[in-house]
């Protein structure tokens, strides 16, 4: 080989060992997760907690990659944990599911140990991690709403919307802050007589803008 001939070979070697370097050093590198959704909340005020048990949600990992920078979904390569599992517990998978023996928040993770540091140093344990919330909603942690039954010649029950109240006799139930929709029906030979103190009514139906306890009075004819 005559000596122009071998420094090309020898360019060319170069050549391919910096784009071999240039390939190494921006490999595609994990900086950040995002767990989808970032709070979820289960049961109600009026609900107890036990009735919540497996109640559910799919939570999913979005990885951030630099070099090319791209988002994939990684919900099957992460570690998933939960800080407070007798409230909330969470598959391998990512499903997030309710006990029901606690209420309360819960912070979950989704964690990835990588070989790089987030300054793309080599490392035998950088961490990256991302979290969500879990809300259980506590048992008559919400105002209460009181139905009186006047007293008179008729009869009937009361319901309502979200549930919690069923009931022919005064009753009362906790409910989060809202609105509660009360439904009045008479029994029998009875007829429904009126509301008093709902925020509005629209025949049987009584609406209350419940932010804290209240009594509504209904009447049967």
């Given amino acids: 080989m005559n000596c122009k001939g071998f420094r090309f070979v020898l360019v060319f070697a170069i050549v ?3 784009v071999g370097l240039t390939s190494c050093a921006h490999e595609q590198q994990l900086t950040s997760i995002t767990v989808q959704p970032k709070t979820e909340t289960f049961g109600a005020a009026n609900i107890p907690v036990s ?29 998933w944990n939960s800080n407070t599992p007798d409230m909330v517990t969470v598959t391998p998978a990512g499903l997030l599911v309710v006990t029901g023996v606690a209420c309360g928040s819960a912070l ?5 140990t990588t070989n790089k540091s987030s300054g793309n140093l080599d490392s035998s344990g950088a961490i ?4 969500m919330t879990a809300n259980v909603v506590c048992f008559g942690s919400g105002p ?7 007293p008179g010649p008729g009869s009937g029950t009361v319901t309502s919307s979200p549930s919690g109240l069923s009931c022919a006799t005064t009753c009362s139930a ?8 009360l439904t009045a029906t008479p029994n029998g030979s009875s007829t429904f007589g009126g509301w008093s103190g709902c925020d509005s ?21």
């Fill in 16 to 18: 391919l060992w910096v």
């Fill in 174 to 181: 906790h409910f989060a802050s809202g609105t509660v929709i």
């Fill in 201 to 221: 009514t629209s025949g049987q139906a009584c609406t209350v803008n419940l932010t804290s306890d209240r009594t509504v009075t209904v009447t049967f004819n």
């Fill in 51 to 79: 009735a919540d048990t497996g109640l559910n949600v799919q939570l999913r990992a979005l990885g951030t990659f630099i070099h090319p920078p791209v988002t994939k979904d990684i919900t099957d390569q992460v570690t």
């Fill in 144 to 150: 209460t709403l009181t139905v009186n039954f006047s």
């Fill in 108 to 112: 979950v993770s989704a964690t990835v």
């Fill in 128 to 131: 990256v991690t991302g979290n």
